[in-house]
């Protein structure tokens, strides 16, 4: 508040400057009628007094805990206005932003660790959702790999807001296409077939849980699941030769969508 000693005739840069707002704001203030200069020089400026100054530092206070102007010159200027009560309720208002702003920084958080780490679960969480042949580490290889990709990206996003039971769900999803794709293999489906472009459609569908999957990126990862000695052994412990008729199914699907096989790419 302004000491005793504050001087009559402040111009709107010198109040301007000791309150730490704009010219414009005052500006504004004054042609509303919410805080209108006291005095005047003979050239007919306008000058603030002492008791402008302790006006505009009210002004000023009220609106930094969140008040609208309107609000600012019933406070005060209304004598019916109930002040206290006022002020209570603007601080109900106050702490529901606090509580808000703190469960936006949660989010944020996890989003971080979401984004370095690549799944907010602890390693006993994974070897119970994933089963015990699961490596912890993968998360951590796939940052290492993948992190800069947008595919890397909505990953995270998605694994910051998924709870352990949301895993759950991903990871039952896609233990029952593995062995749908087993059973179809053991029963002679034929790569191109209606019931084999159905399954190649549904891994699509499942595998969307961790990001959006184009046919040319789907054909990308038929190869890997062939090729890659981790992704092989583990869809031949389902079935033997699975990884090899999985890969020959998601290629049929991409010929059958124009795509040639041989030359798709990650895109």
Do not use: K, N
Request: one cysteine or more; charged letters at 25%.
């Amino acid at each position: 508040m302004p000491g005793a000693g504050d001087a009559d005739g402040l111009t709107v840069g010198q109040v301007a400057t000791r309150l730490g707002v704009t010219v414009r704001a005052l500006h504004h203030w004054d042609e509303i009628g919410l805080a209108r200069p006291s005095l005047r020089t003979a050239a007919g400026y306008r000058l603030y007094t002492a008791g402008d100054l302790e006006r505009l530092h009210r002004i000023v206070v009220y609106r930094e805990i969140g008040l609208g102007l309107d609000r600012i010159g019933a406070l005060l200027d209304d004598p019916a206005t109930d002040v206290p009560g006022a002020l209570r309720a603007q601080r109900a208002q106050v702490t529901e932003r606090i509580e808000r702003l703190q469960q936006l920084g949660t989010g944020l958080d996890r989003m971080i660790d979401a984004h370095e780490r690549g799944l907010l679960l602890t390693a006993e969480q994974q070897a119970a959702i994933f089963g015990p042949d699961w490596d912890p580490d993968w998360p951590a290889q796939a940052r290492r790999r993948y992190g800069d990709t947008a595919q890397w990206r909505q990953y995270a996003e998605r694994a910051a807001t998924r709870s352990p039971e949301e895993w759950q769900a991903v990871a039952e999803a896609m233990g029952e296409l593995e062995r749908a794709l087993g059973d179809a293999m053991d029963a002679g489906v034929a790569p191109g077939s209606p019931e084999a472009e159905r399954l190649v459609e549904r891994h699509r569908e499942v595998f969307a849980s961790y990001f959006p999957l184009t046919r040319q990126m789907q054909v990308c990862l038929g190869r890997m699941y062939e090729t890659d000695l981790g992704f092989a052994a583990h869809y031949d412990g389902v079935r033997a030769g699975l990884a090899t008729w999985f890969r020959r199914i998601i290629d049929a699907d991409a010929r059958a969508h124009g795509i040639d096989p041989d030359t798709a790419a990650w895109q």
